[in-house]
């Protein structure tokens, strides 16, 4: 059994970066960037403002198609180039159009890798965070992180409170599919954060965990509070890595990781208490729970109930990217070599995207307002 593991766990090392991963991984993020900012700015003012103007979940459907196309296209860099194994265990993911994803935060990556589950579910663009703020003055990124509705917080209590649940009442429609993704300890896992947060347990009598941040809860409750009666179930995911975390560069030069384990527990949301303190103590009983997880994988390299999952299609793959690309070299063709009138869209486009996603805002249904209802922008903060 040692030696079996010590094979293992050679086998497993972070991949050296040589030349050729180096070039692949800086036209990996050409190729990115340059899809991500062609479809942004061609399909954001039809999809997200003229198609919203007229019904939000229709624009909402049409959005997590076209986009979900370029967010595949980073399940199948993880897969299919990096060669990174995806190993699941635990229960069973059934194809759920309304779940609450709660999960631990290892590295500044975790996230991404669920869309390796939402896209064997056909869910990939229902995905959405709850994400810190700064993350959405990344360049094109946050652009993207507002049309797709990702909900920023500022960690500041008084100001969040209020603006998730503001964010949260526009997606109470069941006819809306959602995967809303939480990460509960607000930030990634780090040894001397660890340290404060184990003293701060100690403090307030509660559990001193080991692999975890003790999670914070009010966030969990409130989604709780305004979705519980319209998700499907709640999945408790918990995420480890071989041979060591990810950064975002490991992704993109195919480095790190070898392995991805996501072990999940579905809860049906009945099972969920939705107030505080109740939903508080649920929360940080299932934090142990990962701890205790977590500890396991370490000493045996694996979750319990290990089970094989479903490849991903390498055709599917292949047509994703070619039709990716195709569209991306007909709009930059449109821009540079075609009437001017698409070199203002694209400027048009950009100022608005920037505008919409400092100021937080999205236009409401003109049918609403036409009946009488409120005609102010959605804000989310």
């Known amino acids: 059994m040692d030696v079996a ?9 972070k991949r050296p970066l040589t030349p050729l991963k180096l070039l692949r991984g800086l036209m990996i993020l050409t190729v990115f960037l340059s899809t991500a900012f062609t479809f942004l700015v061609y399909f954001s003012p039809v999809v997200v403002v003229g198609l919203r103007l007229l019904s939000v979940h229709r624009s909402r459907k049409v ?3 076209i986009f979900g196309l370029w967010l595949a296209l980073w399940p199948y860099l993880f897969e299919k180039i990096n060669e990174t194994k995806v190993v699941m265990s635990g229960d069973r993911i059934p194809r759920e159009k309304r779940v609450l994803l709660i999960a631990n935060h290892r590295t500044e990556v975790d996230w991404m890798y669920l869309w390796n589950i939402a896209l064997r579910k056909g869910c990939l663009g229902y995905i959405k965070y709850v ?3 700064s993350l959405m003055k990344l360049p094109i990124f946050g652009w993207g992180f507002h049309i797709l509705e990702f909900i920023p917080v500022e960690r500041r209590r008084e100001i969040d ?3 998730l649940l503001r964010s949260l009442s526009t997606f109470k429609n069941p ?3 959602l995967w809303l993704a939480l990460f509960p300890e607000g930030t990634d896992f780090t040894e001397e954060k660890c340290k404060r947060s184990r003293k701060f347990a100690a403090e307030v009598g509660l559990p001193a965990l080991t692999n975890v941040l003790l999670p914070k809860t009010r966030g969990f409750g409130i989604c709780m ?3 519980q009666n319209s998700l499907d179930a709640v999945y408790d995911l918990t995420v480890a890595y071989k041979p060591i975390c990810p950064s975002f560069l490991d992704n993109v030069f195919g480095t790190a990781p070898s392995e991805v384990h996501i072990h999940v527990r579905r809860i049906a949301t009945k099972e ?4 505080d303190p109740e939903a508080s103590a649920w929360l940080i009983d299932s934090f142990r ?7 396991d994988f370490k000493a045996q390299g694996q979750f319990p109930n290990q089970r094989p999952e479903d490849e991903l299609s390498t055709l599917k793959c292949i047509m994703t990217f070619a039709a990716v690309i195709s569209l991306t070299a007909l709009f930059i063709h449109l821009t540079f070599s075609s009437h001017i009138g698409f070199k203002v869209y694209v400027c048009l486009s950009c100022t608005y995207l920037t505008c919409a996603t400092y100021y937080k805002f999205r236009p409401s249904p003109l049918l609403g307002c036409l009946r009488g209802d409120s005609c102010k922008e959605v804000k989310t903060h």
Request: glycine share 2%; aromatic share 2%.
């Open 5 to 13: 593991m010590a094979v293992s766990s050679d086998d497993l090392k």
């Open 63 to 65: 959005t997590s198609f």
């Open 131 to 133: 994400l810190k703020s």
């Open 161 to 163: 409170e209020p603006a």
């Open 175 to 177: 006819q809306d599919p």
């Open 225 to 227: 509070e305004v979705l």
């Open 272 to 275: 969920v208490p939705a107030g």
């Open 289 to 295: 729970l990962k701890d205790k997880l977590l500890s």
